[in-house]
């Protein structure tokens, strides 16, 4: 089901820690976000591209995951 597209004019973007600055793979997360989602974009396609919308409560379990090794190097 594709729901409405949340209002993400004042969301403030920050580029992952792992991204290396030189063009090459980055993701963005906007933290800030309303309504319980945490919006996640391409840096190289910002801010026209799409956007990826995830439950704040299921963001934080990948988060956490990641941190624990579970996906691997």
Known sequence: ???SQPDLS???WRK???S???GGDCVEV???ASGGIVPVRD???APTGAVLTFP???WTHF???VHNGQFGD
């Open 30 to 32: 906007a933290a800030n």
């Open 1 to 3: 089901m594709i729901g």
């Open 43 to 45: 840096t190289k396609t």
């Open 20 to 22: 290396n600055g030189d």
């Open 56 to 58: 704040a409560s299921q």
């Open 63 to 65: 988060i956490t995951a």
């Open 16 to 18: 992952s820690t792992h």
């Open 10 to 12: 004042t969301a403030h």
